[in-house]
């Protein structure tokens, strides 16, 4: 008798494919169970809530194997529960960083979630292979292994006399043991959907950050796959990608590592093979600057800005980091990278931040984003709110004590859904707890971080006024002051934007719940999830907002901005006529190559704008504005155009990612590589 086995990684569906990448992580586990076991077990492996539901009601499963993590982590459960209901023999394997750290809190994890039989700790692919022998030897007969109290590595289960039993922490010692679920053949039909492929090449992280369900030391052992394997993969990915232009790279510090220089060349020569993919997702590292640089040239050499440069930091303050156990590159080891950077067409210098932290402080914050904004010159910031994650540090029932963070609870954005589990449908929504204040950061503080970041995400990510910044930088001038300046004075004199503002806050902490018995309660209702879905709740604040702005209020805020800029010259004691005319020129200039969000037509897109200017401004950005206005007063036309390529891009992206909602919009600028939707200049 063959062993039927169902693998899962579930997204949901009910809003849109919320993780819209393959389920690669699961199929390395289901790869190896093939590879050893052969023609013993029948597997399948499933994305989707729907097609999962259909294939338990056709075909019982001996074993169901359930990769879960925050995202999806009630949506597996509410599977699982299910068929223990209709097939109790069927043994329910759960995996994944979802998973307390402590023995105890481990033990209540699974008293408190029955339908798990066992819980795969750390690496997967030995371990659950092991299990499966041991299901085998013993004829299926989950009790019975139970009973004997059998230890197997990465084990964790609960007796039905209660006792825990948990296997030692074992992690695999050759990565190269574990075949490719790619070329294997097993994730060829997820080629057919909106899915993008996701690979792994180095596991294993050397930092012990407490935030995060990668720092624990032992995952401290970095291994990686050979030369060989990643070019066979990918080009086996390549040739038969159809329906995205993305790769994910789940590497945790990936340009760091010596081998990083020749993945890089294979991912350079893919993508002139292939024309695949214009952007590639990752971790970068934090370490070995040098090399992170030549890796994202080496990339980009192909085509610019698939591969982002820069450093994720989540602060800057030395206080801070000591508390989380971090190790950042320092700010001059970053710089290394960025003139490089701001150099290569369309590449973005990327950091992400996180708020509040512990010891964390409305100034050490506003302070990190001076540096990444001033000193950093960065155009990618990705601004977290803090996350308190299982199988984290951070926490652990002794460390959120220690720490005495407030939190509250929300729907995790996009992961909700009505679902037909056996023939009940089934309101499901995932939550996840936030962090919002601290013993150093009181709500109040937190606000006003939040609306800084804000303004972080509007006005500098991805570059919307670039070369108003760069002019700004010339005049030896800070970009942070004037955005201080435009949200303490300028912001407040418009009614219109001071809605939106108030509107921010209210997503902020209004729309969040103080318990997860509250939060269970509500979202156990189907008429609750129906508004979450149809997007009347549960919207990303960060996000929405931004959006909005671009879409509903853009001519106001470029207006009030403006006069801001003004403002600011005069404070300094720069402003004349002359300057005057330069600053509102080169606002001029970023107003017309910006896309635009309020008309997204394809006849709008094709449409060339010319506009007469009183300076070069061409020449200026060709030398990054390190000109005086009089070196390129000179009348000029300029022409704002997509070419060819630019609309295939936009057209295919905006197909991919919609553009009918917020939220739609809210992911299309944050998946893909937005400089690349600004117009291009020429003279005419």
Not at 331 to 342: G, H, I, R
Not at 584 to 602: A, T
Request: proline share 4%; with cysteine; glycine share 4%.
């Amino acid at each position: 008798m063959k062993i039927k086995i169902i693998f899962t990684d579930l997204t949901h569906t009910g809003m849109e494919t919320n993780a819209n990448t393959f389920p690669s992580g699961v199929s390395l586990v289901a790869a190896y169970a093939k590879q050893e076991l052969g023609n013993l077990i029948d597997i399948s492996i499933h994305k989707f809530p729907e097609e999962l539901n259909e294939a338990l009601r056709q075909n019982t499963p001996h074993i169901l194997a359930m990769t879960t993590f925050v995202w999806n982590a009630k949506l597996n459960y509410s599977f699982a529960a299910y068929i223990k209901k209709v097939s109790p023999e069927t043994v329910v394997v759960f995996g994944g960083p979802d998973f307390p750290i402590p023995p105890i809190e481990r033990k209540d994890f699974l008293l408190e979630r029955p339908a798990i039989d066992f819980f795969v700790k750390w690496d997967g692919e030995h371990a659950f292979l092991d299990l499966v022998n041991e299901l085998m030897d013993k004829k299926l007969d989950l009790k019975l292994l139970k009973k004997n109290h059998i230890t197997l590595k990465n084990l964790c289960y609960v007796t039905e006399d209660q006792d825990y039993i948990e296997g030692p922490d074992s992690r695999i010692e050759d990565l190269m043991t574990i075949p490719s679920p790619y070329t294997m053949g097993l994730l060829d039909r997820f080629f057919e959907t909106p899915l993008y492929p996701l690979v792994e090449y180095t596991r294993g992280c050397p930092y012990g950050c407490t935030f995060c369900n990668d720092g624990n030391s032992f995952r401290n052992n970095v291994m990686h796959k050979s030369v060989d394997f990643i070019k066979e993969e990918l080009e086996y990915i390549a040739s038969k990608v159809k329906n995205t232009t993305i790769l994910h790279l789940v590497d945790l510090n990936f340009g760091q590592y010596k081998h990083d220089i020749e993945t890089a060349k294979i991912l350079r020569s893919i993508i002139n093979k292939y024309q695949y993919p214009y952007k590639i997702r990752g971790n970068l590292g934090k370490a070995q600057p040098a090399r992170m640089l030549d890796v994202a040239s080496i990339i980009n050499e192909a085509r610019g800005g698939v591969m982002k440069l820069g450093s994720s930091l989540q602060s800057t303050d030395a206080g801070v980091l000591k508390e989380l156990k971090r190790k950042n590159l320092s700010l001059p080891q970053v710089l290394v990278m960025k003139d490089e950077s701001l150099n290569q067409t369309d590449t973005q210098f990327s950091t992400e931040l996180i708020v509040p932290l512990p010891g964390m402080t409305l100034e050490t914050h506003m302070n990190d984003l001076r540096d990444v904004v001033d000193q950093l010159g960065m155009n990618s910031i990705e601004i977290h709110q803090l996350s308190l994650l299982k199988g984290s540090e951070m926490d652990t029932r002794s460390e959120r004590k220690r720490l005495n963070l407030d939190s509250r609870y929300r729907v995790y954005v996009g992961a909700v859904g009505i679902y037909d589990i056996g023939d009940q449908p089934t309101p499901i929504a995932e939550t996840e707890e936030m962090v919002v204040a601290s013993d150093k950061m009181p709500i109040e503080d937190y606000l006003e971080c939040r609306i800084m970041d804000l303004l972080i995400k509007i006005l500098v990510d991805n570059d919307p006024y670039k070369e108003l910044f760069q002019m700004l930088k010339n005049l030896h001038l800070s970009v942070f002051d004037l955005l201080l300046l435009f949200k303490d004075h300028h912001l407040k004199k418009s009614k219109s934007l001071v809605v939106v503002i108030e509107h921010y806050k209210d997503l902020l902490l209004n729309k969040l719940y103080k318990s997860s018995d509250e939060i269970s309660t509500d979202t156990s209702d189907i008429e609750i999830i129906k508004k979450y879905i149809l997007g009347e709740l549960g919207a990303n604040e960060l996000s929405t907002c931004r959006v909005l702005v671009y879409s509903d209020y853009w001519e106001e805020f470029q207006k009030v901005f403006g006069e801001a800029v003004l403002d600011y010259l005069e404070k300094m004691g720069v402003l004349n006529e002359e300057i005057k005319d330069y600053a509102e020129e080169v606002l001029m200039l970023c107003k017309l190559r910006n896309f635009n969000y309020m008309d997204m037509s394809e006849g709008y897109m094709r449409k060339n704008i010319v506009r007469e200017f009183k300076f070069d401004l061409i020449s200026a950005a060709e030398k990054n504005f390190q000109v005086s206005q009089k070196e390129i007063k000179k009348n000029v036309k300029i022409n704002f155009y997509y070419d060819s390529s630019d609309l295939s891009y936009l057209r295919k992206e905006l197909n991919h990612f919609g553009e009918k909602s917020l939220h739609n919009i809210g992911k299309f600028i944050q998946q893909n590589n937005s400089l690349r939707t600004r117009r291009k200049v020429s003279y005419t």
